[in-house]
C-alpha cells in the first residue's frame, strides 16, 4: 500500500524557516512528479511547489524566492520543501503528493494530477 508521510511542520515566527520533509514507502518505484501543496483555514487547495524526475521545479508566485523544493538525493521518494521567510499567510496544513507522468508530462501544481497524497502537517506562523 502507498503512503506519503509528511513531517516537519510546527509553529515558527514571521521570518522564520522549517523544513518539510515527505516520505514515501509502499513504491516499487521512483515518482515521476512530486509536488506540495497546502490548505489554510477557509480557503482551498493551493499548490505550492513542484518537482519532476529531471529536477525540473515550479513554484506558486506567493511563494518564488523564499520556498525550495527537492528530491533526496539518495532516495528520489523522499521530498523536501525548504521555507525561509516565512509569514502569517504561509500558516496552513501542508500535503505532499505524487503520481507518475501522464502523456509525458508532469502537472505540477494541478491537484487533479495526482492521485496519491499524504495526511498533511500543520504550519503555523505567528507575528
Known amino acids: 500500500q502507498v503512503q506519503l508521510m509528511e513531517s516537519g511542520g510546527g509553529s515558527v515566527q514571521a521570518g522564520g524557516s522549517l523544513r518539510l520533509t515527505c516520505t514515501a514507502s509502499?513504491?516499487?518505484?521512483?515518482?515521476?512528479?512530486m509536488a506540495w501543496f497546502r490548505q489554510a483555514p477557509g480557503e482551498g487547495p493551493e499548490g505550492v511547489a513542484g518537482i519532476d524526475d529531471m529536477d525540473s521545479t515550479h513554484y506558486a508566485d506567493s511563494v518564488k524566492g523564499r520556498f525550495t523544493i527537492s528530491r533526496d538525493i539518495n532516495n528520489k521518494n523522499i521530498l523536501y520543501l525548504e521555507m525561509n521567510n516565512l509569514t502569517i499567510e504561509d500558516t496552513a496544513i501542508y500535503y505532499c503528493a505524487a503520481d507518475g507522468r501522464k502523456a509525458s508530462s508532469c502537472w505540477y501544481l494541478t491537484r487533479r494530477f495526482y492521485n496519491n497524497w499524504g495526511q498533511g502537517t500543520q504550519v503555523t506562523v505567528s507575528s
Open positions: 509502499g513504491v516499487t518505484r521512483n515518482w515521476d512528479c
